[in-house]
């Protein structure tokens, strides 16, 4: 089954936020919320929260599957109103955070977001550039979470979406929660976004799929249970090697970079460029990055 709107998806594990913007909380003796999303869902998670009768000091950790805008916006608001939140990351990820210009995108986008979002007034504004980003602890592939009453998260490293690219499995239920490290699923396709290296983003989706998560938790558009979530890795794993030749083939026949991406970014305007995280010019820079990688263009 495909869980499109914030809920259970088992006892142990709640979606929150949005639909495009997921966060899961995942409960033990203490609980872990996994995904950041964007500053301007911040309500929504408060709602969500208090509509579980969600203790919140038992909410000890924000893990951070990796450092793009649209998944850590809520970290800087979350450690102000809970000082006992506990943000992790990965070293690289914990380096590009105090790149000013990696800040700076963050800042720009989810602000941009809080401007037109409603019922978010008493949300402040980020200020990262300035105050920096909040990041207590590094963690890393092989290291686990117990967070107690049998529940243990696994990190596993997955480059190849970004740099700084991680998952969480969680045995017990037999859920992954791969961030953006196997694709983008939305309503017409899954899309493959190997935007850092794509011999890793298919590498790091082979590693995934050896796991054999039954669930899947994405932090964009929902997650999905059996039979979807058993199929999901291997669907993935295929539309991953499609695209590649797809993008290889494209650019064999147009022989220009530019129109190989024009042509590519008509299938890619489907789901996150509806709900406007992926703007037409960040599409085609990712574009272009994956057709220059794959075309050993530079």
């Not at 450690?79 to 992790?88: D, F, N, R």
């Not at 105090?98 to 720009?108: E, F, G, S, Y």
């Not at 147009?254 to 406007?276: P, Q």
Request: aromatic residues 8%; proline residues 5%; hydrophobic residues 40%.
């Amino acid at each position: 089954m495909w869980i499109k709107e914030p809920g259970s998806v088992t006892e142990r594990i709640e979606f929150l936020g949005r639909p495009e913007l997921c966060s899961y909380l995942v409960k033990g003796d203490t609980y872990a919320l996994l995904g950041g999303a964007m500053a301007h869902v911040i309500p929504d998670l408060f709602s969500q929260l208090d509509t579980l009768s969600v203790d919140l000091e038992r909410i000890r950790h924000l893990v951070i599957l990796h450092s793009h805008y649209d998944h850590l916006g809520i970290a800087p608001h979350l450690v102000k109103v809970w000082p006992w939140l506990t943000v992790h990351i990965s070293k690289v990820g914990a380096q590009i955070l105090k790149n000013q210009k990696a800040l700076k995108a963050i800042q720009a986008y989810n602000n941009a977001a809080l401007k037109t979002a409603p019922g978010v007034g008493q949300i402040e504004p980020l200020n990262c550039v300035k105050e920096g980003f909040p990041v207590h602890r590094i963690i890393k592939g092989g290291m686990e979470f117990d967070l107690g009453d049998r529940v243990k998260l696994h990190i596993i490293n997955t480059p190849g979406h970004s740099v700084c690219s991680m998952a969480a499995y969680f045995p017990r239920e037999y859920a992954l929660f791969p961030s953006d490290s196997i694709g983008s699923l939305t309503e017409e396709r899954t899309l493959p976004m190997g935007s850092s290296n794509y011999d890793d983003f298919q590498k790091s989706i082979e590693k995934i799929s050896n796991i054999n998560a039954e669930i899947v938790c994405l932090e964009h558009f929902g997650a999905l249970t059996p039979p979807e979530g058993i199929a999901f890795c291997e669907k993935v794993k295929k539309e991953a090697k499609d695209f590649r030749k797809l993008m290889i083939d494209t650019y064999k026949k147009e022989a220009d970079l530019k129109r190989t991406v024009d042509n590519l970014a008509k299938d890619f305007g489907c789901g996150l460029s509806k709900v406007g995280l992926l703007p037409e010019d960040l599409l085609k820079d990712i574009l272009t990055r994956m057709v220059k990688f794959v075309n050993h263009l530079e």
